[in-house]
C-alpha cells in the first residue's frame, strides 16, 4: 500500500486488509456504508470507489486531524455523498440520530479499523516511546475535558494502575510498575512524558524478564492509551450501535489488533449469531450453538488475518484480526 494513497491527502496510515474487508463487506453501486474509525480515509475510499455512483458514505472520527485529511482524499468521489461526523464510534447511534434524516438511516454496511492509526503514533502526541513527547494518548485533542495519560497517571490510585495495565495490556509486573509510578509521584518528581514512563517500566522489569519481540514498555503504554479514551466501553457499545443501524442482509466487518479488542469482537459477534465461544481448553476458534434464535451469520469463523506480503510492507499490520458477520433480521 502507498504512503500517498490515490485520492490525495498527505500520508496519514496505510489501511490493513483492504482487499479482505471489501470482499466481506461487498459493497455495490448505490449502498450506503459507514467508516466508524474512518482515520485518513483509506478504507472509505475504497469503498467509496465500489459504491459509486450513488451511493453514500459516513465516515466518523474523534480526530479532527484525520477528519480533514480524509475529506481531502474523498474529495474525489463526486457522485458519492460523503458525509463525514466528529464523535466517538461509541456515540455512532447519537452521532447519525443528529443529522438530517438520521434517526431513519440504516447502513449496507459498517466497517471498524480498530487501534491507532500511523499518523497517531508518528504524531506527537505521546502514544509511543520512540520520541521523548508530552504523555497526553487522547485520540481526540481537541477535547479540552478530556484527561490526558499524565493526568490519569498522577491521579488514580495504585490499585487502579495495576488494574489498568493487568486487565487492558497483560502486563505481568503490573503491580511493581504501578507501585513505581506512586512512589515517584509521592516524591514530587513529575510523570509528564513518553521517556519518563517508558524508564519507570524499564526499571521495574528485571532485564531477563523483558520480552524479545516487542519493548518492555509496549503493553504499558497500550493499556494507558485504552484507558485514556475509554476505548473497551467505546468498542462495545460502537458495535452495539452499528449492528442496530444495519438492514437486514447488512454487514459489519472488525478488524482488531489486540486480544481484547478481538475478544469482544468474537463474543459479541457469536452472541448475535446464537453461538457461545467455546469453553476453556477448547479450540478458541471453535464456536458451539446455544439457541436457534440467531439474528446473525457469523462470516468468519476464525479470525481473517495479513497475507505475508502485506505484513512485509506494513508491519504496524502484523496483529490485525478481522472478523465479519451478516445481520439477517
Not at 34 to 48: R, V, Y
Not at 58 to 77: C, K, M, N, P, W
Not at 177 to 192: F, K, T
Not at 297 to 323: D, G
Request: aromatic share 6%; glycine share 8%; charged share 25%.
Amino acid at each position: 500500500m502507498p504512503d500517498h494513497p490515490p485520492g490525495g491527502g498527505a500520508a496519514y496510515h496505510v489501511p490493513v486488509m483492504v482487499e479482505e474487508a471489501l470482499a466481506y463487506l461487498a459493497p455495490a453501486p448505490g449502498e450506503v456504508f459507514a467508516d466508524a474509525t474512518l482515520g485518513g480515509g483509506g478504507h472509505s475510499a475504497a469503498l467509496a470507489e465500489r459504491i459509486s455512483p450513488g451511493g453514500a458514505l459516513y465516515g466518523i472520527d474523534r480526530d479532527v486531524e484525520a477528519l480533514e485529511t480524509a475529506r481531502e482524499r474523498l474529495g474525489r468521489f463526486p457522485d458519492v455523498g460523503v458525509t463525514l461526523v466528529h464523535s466517538r464510534f461509541g456515540d455512532l447511534d447519537s452521532s447519525i440520530d443528529a443529522l438530517p434524516g438520521g434517526e431513519s438511516l440504516r447502513f449496507d454496511g459498517v466497517l471498524f479499523d480498530l487501534g491507532v492509526s500511523s499518523h497517531q503514533l508518528d504524531a506527537e502526541r505521546g502514544f509511543s516511546f520512540r520520541r521523548d513527547e508530552r504523555l497526553d494518548m487522547r485520540m481526540d485533542a481537541s477535547d479540552p475535558s478530556s484527561m490526558t495519560a499524565a493526568e490519569l497517571l498522577a491521579s488514580a490510585p495504585e490499585a487502579e494502575i495495576a488494574r489498568i495495565l493487568w486487565e487492558y495490556g497483560d502486563e505481568k509486573w503490573s503491580r511493581r510498575i504501578a507501585r513505581r509510578i506512586v512512589e515517584r509521584r509521592a516524591q514530587g518528581a513529575p510523570l509528564d512524558t513518553t521517556r519518563q514512563l517508558a524508564e519507570i517500566v524499564e526499571q521495574s522489569v528485571p532485564r531477563p524478564a523483558w520480552p524479545r519481540e516487542i519493548h518492555v514498555a509496549t503493553r504499558t503504554f497500550q493499556a494507558v492509551r485504552i484507558a485514556v479514551n475509554c476505548e473497551i466501553e467505546q468498542l462495545q457499545d460502537g458495535l452495539r450501535a452499528a449492528f442496530h443501524r444495519l438492514k437486514p442482509g447488512g454487514r459489519l466487518v472488525a478488524i482488531s489488533y489486540h486480544s481484547i479488542e478481538d475478544r469482544i469482537v468474537k463474543q459479541t459477534f457469536a452472541a448475535w449469531a446464537g453461538r457461545t465461544p467455546s469453553a476453556p481448553g477448547m479450540s478458541p476458534a471453535a464456536l458451539l450453538p446455544v439457541t436457534n434464535s440467531n439474528v446473525a451469520t457469523l462470516l468468519t469463523r476464525k479470525p481473517i488475518t495479513p497475507r505475508v506480503a502485506e505484513i512485509e510492507r506494513n508491519p504496524r499490520a502484523r496483529s490485525a484480526k478481522l472478523r465479519a458477520l451478516r445481520r439477517d433480521s
